[in-house]
Antibody, heavy 116, light 109 residues
Framework: QVLLQESGPGLVKPSGTLSLTCAVS?????????WSWVRQSPGKGLEWIGE???????TYNPSLMSRVTISVDNSKNQIFLRLNSVTAADTAVYYC??????????WGTGTTVTVS | EIVLTQSPDTLSLSPGERATLSCRAS???????LAWYQQKPGQAPRLLIY???IRATGIPDRFSGSGSGTDFTLTISRLEPEDFAVYYC??????????FGQGTKLEIK
């Protein structure tokens, strides 16, 4: 069973950049899967951020598109999230997940990011 | 953008009882595109049901999903102590690709 583990700074300053890494184990990110980032905050619930496929195709939530970049490092089996110009509204638990059949079938444990 | 509204917000039941959770979409959703998740405190969501009624790997058969169009239901036939959690429905579509309901908290009565 593939395992996902998010990591990154737990505290980011307003107007700064949030950068997170998702390490994938027991599976390859260059397989025929899309990979997503999702966040969860008390105010907005679960919010899909975007997805990436084999490092060269990404789709983003229109509400975040101007500030977000998702990328991969196939050699390290890692997926990255970068969110610019953060505000307190970006405070959330951030998850990476594997896309399944029109669902998200494997999730990481999540990492908490506070903007302050 | 399609909005998913779950009801009730909180459901109070006892172990052994039957739970029925509702998810209503603001526009019709293909049955292939509706999923349910369970989330316990401090944990990530866990996929329970996809394509409206297909249980994910390892999910007990007391969990079942049904529905079509704009109305979908998650049923737990006999509640076990470990089933008390928050449940989310999710729809796959366009722009954004994935949207979630606000959740139903299933609590012990």
């Amino acid at each position: 069973q593939v395992l996902l583990q998010e990591s990154g700074p737990g505290l980011v300053k307003p107007s700064g950049t949030l950068s997170l890494t998702c390490a994938v184990s027991a599976g390859s990110i260059s397989s025929s899967n899309w990979w997503s980032w999702v966040r969860q905050s008390p105010g907005k619930g679960l919010e899909w951020i975007g997805e990436i496929y084999q490092g060269d195709r990404a789709t983003y939530n229109p509400s975040l598109m101007s500030r977000v970049t998702i990328s991969v490092d196939n050699s390290k089996n890692q997926i990255f999230l970068r969110l610019n110009s953060v505000t307190a509204a970006d405070t959330a638990v951030y998850y990476c997940a594997r896309n399944g059949a029109y669902c998200l079938d494997v999730w990481g444990t999540g990492t908490t990011v506070t903007v302050s | 953008e399609i909005v998913l509204t779950q009801s009730p917000d909180t459901l109070s039941l006892s172990p052994g009882e039957r739970a029925t959770l509702s998810c209503r979409a603001s526009q019709s959703v293909s049955s292939n595109y509706l999923a349910w998740y369970q989330q316990k405190p401090g944990q990530a969501p866990r996929l329970l049901i996809y394509s409206t009624s297909i249980r994910a790997t390892g999910i007990p058969d007391r969990f079942s999903g049904s529905g079509s169009g704009t109305d979908f239901t998650l049923t737990i036939s006999r509640l076990e102590p470990e089933d008390f959690a928050v449940y989310y429905c999710q729809r796959y579509g366009t722009s954004p690709l994935y949207t979630f309901g606000q959740g139903t908290k299933l609590e012990i009565k």
